[in-house]
């Protein structure tokens, strides 16, 4: 189980777009040049943030992409769910039941239970993890996330 490139890209992008000044926008190639990203990787990411409701764009000389909302506003979990989704969804057992269409363990599945613990444990984590947060130092963010997991345990 992993998280996708396009969560992971995503995040960096909308970060990047938030440590600007709320008057200033960042246009594609900025974003690329500073991420080491893509073109046309970066308009496709900013394309699902815009249409998720994260960001806004304008054009002309001083157009380019910024912030929807304040940074404290804008949670994680809803971010990583518009570029991505999910890790477990109640409806995964179906999508993944094997050739039968039915799966084998439907009754008893101790591998729900697993999926369904790490998904609630990311959960506790993410869902109460802002933009802002994120926003600061590596030391920071992993002190905020140890005392988010830390409550939820």
């Not at 998720?52 to 910024?66: A, P, V």
């Amino acid at each position: 189980m992993k998280f996708s490139s396009q969560e992971e890209y995503g995040l960096r992008c909308l970060l990047r777009i938030a440590k600007v000044s709320p008057a200033e926008g960042l246009t594609i190639p900025e974003i690329s040049t500073a991420e080491g990203l893509t073109q046309a990787n970066v308009a496709k990411l900013l394309r699902i943030l815009r249409m998720g409701g994260f960001i806004e764009s304008s054009r002309g000389q001083t157009g380019g992409y910024k912030l929807s909302r304040k940074p404290e506003e804008i949670i994680v979990s809803q971010v990583l769910n518009a570029l991505g989704g999910r890790l477990f969804e109640s409806t995964f057992c179906l999508d993944h039941a094997g050739v039968d269409n039915i799966c084998t363990h439907s009754i008893d599945c101790s591998l729900r239970s697993l999926w369904r613990a790490v998904q609630n444990a990311v959960d506790s984590v993410t869902m109460n993890l802002t933009l802002r947060d994120m926003m600061n130092s590596e030391e920071k963010v992993k002190s905020v996330v140890g005392t988010l997991i830390e409550e939820a345990g």
